[in-house]
């Protein structure tokens, strides 16, 4: 399939976008048809016709709920019905066997793709942003840490308050694996966090506020039109944008970077995925880093590096647990703390547990403490004076909504459209359809591989860069001294406006 295909087969063209300057759009080449693989494209991600009321009526007509990945309705695909593949699965499998290169059951599968889960991480966007907000390096740190403790929550467990409760039964009652994301793959949406007053648009032309149409917005964008405004060029300042790239196949990394332009701050990273099989569960590792940063506190960046999850009673009823320890350093501040993700016990003892310690500068003391689930209520303690609060409860406050483009409008290597025969084969219970066309990816993508192996060429990454870590952080638990850098951050964005505006 050549660019042009691809875009007339799924990405709308358009004559121009708010974010644009004009010039022409670069349909030359096709990223899945050349080894290399580098070529500019759009954004965005699919979504369904549910449309929340709430939405401005320019985000209405462009973005749609994911409807069909919240939808129950579907037949039911248990382990129960399927136990002879998977005891049959099993029987091939060795204690501490590395599941990266074992083709799993199809009907295990979530319907939709890793790379989407990863969205989830700002599920509450607002808490993220509110990080930069805090007058003293302490409340900014703590901030942050509410955040993490609400992110990994979102990652892997719904909410009844936000989710239909059918959803969250089928949930419960069995819980799946998402897609391992095809080499190029790329995943965007917004969070939309409401109108933006009194904040200066360093990144994109004012009219970058104006209603938005469908009809404007491109099939591709050209580089210098993201690197002046970033990974969604036609999205307004009152939305968190997220992007995620699958960087390499071999080992899986994702790459992953997402900002919001009022509060300046931006995360990026990677995450290298090491699963294996341990009996009765998977265990996952979740190798990598992120790295926060606000921009109006000059230096201050925050190192987050993930725990591991497991997914347990795989011959029964699945559930899902974190477990090991990680950290979030601010070598500017010397705020740092420990975040431990406790296992069951395999007799008595509580599921989803949480314990967090924070350090001040220089201090082997913790100065505040955080207990409970990582799934549920959280309790804070200032150890000055022994106070407590409520730090998260994660049941109560509700999720947003990512806002996605609809399938029909993406691009060929976009998440959902990429994925759809096997997802809607999915929701159908059509398992041998959905493995068919699962295969047909999986197919496609070694042939693409072994051309580039006869060619000599390297797979480069289109919106990451692959670069090595100069920093004493960096160690082989947090994924070594190789990190992905996102080519147009906000960071370099600021800095390059500021000078041109002062010329």
């Not at 009526?57 to 990945?69: E, G, H, M, T, V």
């Not at 009907?107 to 942003?129: G, N, Q």
Request: proline share 6%; net charge neutral; aromatic share 10%.
């Amino acid at each position: 399939m050549n660019r042009e295909d691809c875009v007339a087969n799924g990405a709308g063209s358009g004559r121009g976008s708010p974010r644009r300057s004009g010039g022409q759009l670069d349909l030359e080449k096709d990223r899945f048809a050349s080894p290399r693989g580098s070529t500019a494209e759009d954004f965005m991600t699919p979504g369904m016709s549910t449309v929340n009321s709430q939405l401005p009526a320019k985000y209405s007509r462009i973005f749609a709920y994911d409807s069909l990945y919240d939808d129950d309705d579907e037949k039911d695909c248990s382990l129960q019905s399927e136990g002879s593949v998977i005891s049959y699965l099993l029987s091939q499998l060795r204690i501490g066997m590395d599941l990266t290169r074992i083709t799993l059951p199809t009907f295990i599968l979530e319907k939709r793709s890793t790379l989407e889960m990863y969205a989830d991480f700002l599920a509450h966007p607002d808490l993220w942003v509110a990080i930069g907000d805090g007058e003293t390096p302490q409340a900014r740190f703590i901030a942050c840490l509410r955040w993490i403790g609400f992110s990994f929550a979102n990652l892997f467990q719904p909410k009844a308050s936000v989710i239909l409760e059918s959803t969250l039964k089928a949930f419960k009652k069995f819980c799946k694996k998402p897609y391992n994301p095809i080499l190029g793959e790329i995943f965007r949406c917004c969070y939309y966090l409401g109108p933006v007053s009194n904040c200066v648009n360093f990144a994109s032309p004012a009219s970058s506020l104006k209603p938005l149409r469908e009809e404007d917005i491109p099939a591709v964008y050209p580089e210098e039109e993201l690197e002046r405004c970033g990974p969604i060029p036609y999205a307004s300042e009152d939305c968190v944008v997220f992007l995620a790239e699958q960087v390499s196949h071999h080992p899986p990394i994702s790459a992953f970077y997402a900002e919001y332009i009022p509060k300046r701050i931006q995360v990026s990273g990677h995450i290298w995925t090491k699963s294996k099989f341990l009996g009765l569960s998977i265990g996952v590792e979740m190798v990598g880093s992120a790295t926060i940063v606000l921009l109006d506190r000059p230096g201050e960046e925050y190192v987050v590096t993930f725990p591991s999850a497991y997914g347990r009673n795989i011959l029964g009823v699945p559930w899902v647990e974190l477990g090991g320890q990680c950290s979030i350093t601010c070598a500017k501040t010397g705020y740092s703390a420990d975040v431990n993700f406790l296992t069951k016990p395999f007799y008595g003892g509580k599921k989803d547990q949480i314990r967090a310690k924070a350090f001040g500068p220089e201090s082997e003391k913790p100065f505040f403490t955080v207990e409970g689930e990582w799934n549920g209520r959280m309790i804070g303690r200032w150890t000055e004076n022994g106070g407590e609060e409520l730090f998260v409860d994660t049941k109560t406050l509700p999720i947003m909504q990512k806002q996605v483009r609809p399938r029909s409008k993406q691009l060929c290597n976009e998440s959902r459209k990429l994925w759809e025969s096997v997802t809607q084969n999915l929701k159908q219970g059509n398992i041998d359809a959905a493995t068919d066309a699962k295969s047909l990816l999986e197919q496609r993508q070694r042939r693409e591989a072994a051309a580039r192996l006869e060619a000599r060429q390297r797979w480069i990454p289109f919106y990451f860069t692959e670069e090595r870590r100069c920093l004493p952080t960096a160690s082989t638990s947090s994924g070594g001294d190789t990190y992905y850098r996102f080519k147009w951050p906000l960071t370099g964005r600021c800095s390059t406006s500021t000078h041109a505006s002062s010329a």
